[in-house]
Each structure stands twice: as C-alpha cells, then as structure tokens.
C-alpha cells in the first residue's frame, strides 16, 4: 500500500534531550517535507527537500534540522526541544515538486516537550 | 503569496443532513486538494481536484479554477463525518501547501 509513515505516532519527551521522528515513502517521492500544526495557526511548513542530500527552509525552520540522504526517509532532527515545540507535525510527499503534483501525509506525530 | 479562505468556519448538522462547504484562493493553481481531519489528528485525503467534478460515495467535489473556489458536497452525513475540514492549494514554486482556516464540522446523532 502507498503510504508515507511517520514515527512516533506520539511522543512525551523533556527540554533539552535529543529526538527525531521518522517519515518514510513506499511511492518514489522525489519531494518530501514537514509541517507542524498549532491552534490558530493553521499548518505551517519546517523545511522540504525537492530531492535527495536537497534540502531547503520553510516558513518556521528555527530549531529543527533534517537531513535528506536516501530517496525513502526524511528524518525531523530536535537537538534541543523546548516547550514551544509541542505541536502535531506532519510529514508529506509528492512524485515531483511541481504546482501540480498531489502530496500525500503521513498520519501526524503528536510532540509535548515539558 | 496564495491566500485560501474557507466557508463557513463552523457548521452543526443533525445526522442525514446535507452540507457545502467552500474554498476560495486569491490566485491559479494547478493544485488543489481536500482534507479531512479526524478527531485523532490525522490527515485523511479526499480529494486531488484541480478542476472539474469528483465522486467518492456520499462526497463530492466541484473546482471551477477559472473562478478561484472549490466545493465540497457531503450528503446524508453521518457522526462520523465530524472534524476539520482542510482545503490546500500548491504555490506556483511546487515548494509549500498553502492550507485555509479549515471548517469544523459536527454532526449531531
């Protein structure tokens, strides 16, 4: 089955400790990314990649970093969560980065850093 | 950038009820998609709907790109029709999904 898989699904973890959540594609997706989503912000996007080692900044990047080095999995790197973190992230896809390309989510990781 | 509104914010149905919701973008796409968001967080995709009109059982959706709105038809809704309802458009760049303000349906047994 077609599917973008993320990892935890939820996740309690204290400031400061190192974490990652995984996304991976079974489709061949060229391009990849990740949103989180707050209370009256609606989803906004971290960072995508339009390829493999091809990464680049959304629209909130600070804090987070990733790493693109197969054409599988777009791991979502936390080196020092804080509080302001807690959110639902998403992972996405698509064949191509292209206007018309229709994007695929994962099933969302629900974060809380106390 | 792309704005995307979503009308209306919130909608009460009682079950077997029937319901429009609607999208609004400021400006072409080649790229529109309709989610729903379950009580549990999660992302479900109804629709891929650039233009044109598509079925799937009680849903429906209708684009006219060339006036910028899209429509999403649900019939005889059921309690399990309840959640968020997203509209999402690509920017020209293929980069972002722009996502509207979403409708928070609830229907009622």
């Known amino acids: 089955e077609a599917q973008v898989t993320q990892n935890p699904r939820y996740l309690i973890t204290v400031t400061g400790k190192k974490l990652t959540v995984t996304c991976s594609q079974n489709?061949?997706?060229?391009?990849m990314s990740w949103y989180r989503q707050d209370p009256g912000l609606g989803l906004r996007q971290i960072y995508y990649?339009?390829?493999?080692?091809?990464?680049d900044k959304g629209d909130v990047p600070e804090g987070y970093k990733v790493s693109r080095k197969e054409k599988r999995n777009f791991p979502l790197i936390l080196e020092s969560p804080s509080p302001n973190q807690t959110s639902l992230y998403f992972c996405?896809?698509?064949?191509?980065?292209?206007?018309?390309?229709?994007?695929?989510f994962g099933q969302g990781t629900r974060l809380t850093v106390v | 950038g792309i704005q995307v509104e979503q009308s209306p914010p919130d909608l009460i149905l009682q079950e077997g009820a029937n319901s429009t919701l609607r999208c609004n973008f400021s400006d072409s796409v080649n790229n529109l998609q309709w989610f729903h968001q379950n009580p549990w967080g999660q992302l479900i995709n109804l629709f891929y709907i650039p233009s044109g009109t598509k079925q799937n059982g009680r849903l429906s959706a209708t684009t006219v790109a060339t006036e910028r709105y899209s429509l999403l038809y649900i019939s005889s809704s059921q309690t399990t029709d309840s959640g968020v309802y997203f509209c999402?458009?690509?920017?020209?760049?293929?980069?972002?999904?722009?996502f509207g303000p979403g409708t928070r349906l609830s229907v009622l047994p």
């Open positions: 996405a896809s698509s064949l191509l980065a292209t206007s018309s390309a229709e994007a695929f």
């Open positions: 489709m061949n997706h060229e391009y």
């Open positions: 990649s339009m390829n493999v080692e091809v990464t």
């Open positions: 999402a458009v690509r920017d020209n760049y293929g980069q972002n999904f722009v």
